[in-house]
């Protein structure tokens, strides 16, 4: 009878689990459909609320309140570690943001050689940086389309707090050209 092939009981509502009759009560603790039946069921598995910290510890929902009790030390060593690490890498940012101003909540970035790089139709490479968790990457095209254009694009790029942050990027990027020795053709352009 051990070795003797049944169905999920919930066959009729979509699960198409099919095994030995003593695998049926594992089974019952990780179906979906189940779990949406049932989804305080104690007998459920469940993950460590500590995994993003590193835990990776499953087990029934009735012994995880004393699994996280009982590791309470092991827990805060853990978000110690992943704290540290986000220190570490906030500093690396700071130190990679040496040549960026910031200015009434944006960023400010002195460009120089750019004249000269759109007169020789050249790319200004914008080396990348953060705004707020979300890491960007800039270029400017000379001639772009025509002569008496120039490109701007900033693209999201992939950075350290891609964890952390909501995606899609959905935040609002203004994107303002300031000619110092003439504020008239200074350019202002947002989306």
């Known amino acids: 009878t051990q070795k003797m092939q049944v169905h999920c009981p919930y066959k009729q509502k979509g699960c198409t689990w099919n095994d030995s009759i003593t695998k049926l009560i594992k089974h019952r603790s990780n179906c979906e459909i189940f ?6 069921c104690p007998d459920t598995d469940i993950e460590c ?39 570490d890498t906030i500093q690396t940012i700071l130190s990679e943001l040496r040549d960026v101003r910031y200015t009434c909540g944006g960023i400010v970035f002195e460009l120089p050689g750019i004249i000269e790089k ?11 940086f953060y705004a707020g968790l979300y890491r960007f990457q800039g270029v400017i095209y000379s001639k772009y389309q025509d002569e008496n ?14 964890d952390d942050v909501i995606w899609p990027f959905c935040g609002k990027v203004t994107i303002s050209l300031i000619n110092k020795t003439d504020e008239k053709l200074s350019v202002c352009y947002s989306f």
Request: charged share 30%; proline share 1%.
């Open 118 to 128: 759109i007169k020789s139709n050249q790319t200004y490479q914008i080396n990348n």
């Open 49 to 87: 609320s500590f995994k993003r910290y590193g835990c990776e510890v499953v087990t029934q929902r009735k012994y995880m309140r004393k699994h996280e009790e009982d590791n309470q030390t092991n827990h805060m060593l853990l978000m110690d570690k992943h704290i540290r690490a986000k220190d």
């Open 149 to 162: 254009k120039i490109g701007v694009f900033v693209q999201v790029q992939k950075g350290k707090f891609d």
């Open 35 to 40: 779990q949406q039946e049932y989804p305080n």
